[in-house]
């Protein structure tokens, strides 16, 4: 009986082996690396903004001044024009665009918006200002990337 019972199994073990299939796939892969030079942008500043208590939202913009503003801006120590302008030691190809999001030491946030125009080396930013924003000092970084062809 152990004898029939040996065959039977290993004669199952043959039958499911025998019905096997090898799958295969051949995969290539690649990696292309650039070096990229680095060019230098002045940093953006623009410098105190006093708010009243309990503000409603408002923008400054480098070109426009303080846009939808509902009193609520009490002195800004920037110039229009000037502040919230970075000189880059680049001409860009392409339009640049980001948001940029400021933090003060608390976590507060605070955006700020960068963009370029094409054929020029300078890049442009609009800070907003939210409603019942809180004080601090906020920063943050980004990074401009120009590819040439």
């Known amino acids: ?3 029939y019972f040996l065959l039977s199994a290993v004669a199952l073990l043959a039958t499911s082996t025998a019905n096997a299939t090898t799958d295969y796939a051949e995969v290539t892969a690649k990696a292309t690396i650039e070096v990229a030079t680095k060019f230098s942008c002045d940093n953006i500043d623009y410098g105190t903004i006093v708010v009243k208590q309990n503000n409603s939202p408002f923008v400054i ?3 426009l001044g303080v846009v939808d ?10 110039d229009t024009g000037i502040t919230g302008v970075s000189t880059c030691g680049i001409t860009f190809d392409d339009d640049f665009n980001e948001n940029v999001t400021l933090k003060n030491n608390n976590g507060d946030k605070i955006t700020l918006s960068v963009y370029s125009r094409y054929d020029d080396s300078f890049l442009i930013s609009a800070l907003r200002i939210p409603a019942q ?10 990074t401009v990337t120009v590819t040439s062809e």
């Open 61 to 63: 913009d480098a070109e």
């Open 69 to 78: 503003d509902t009193n609520s801006l009490i002195s800004w120590s920037g």
């Open 133 to 142: 924003v809180k004080p601090g000092e906020y920063t943050g970084s980004f």
């Open 1 to 3: 009986m152990r004898k």
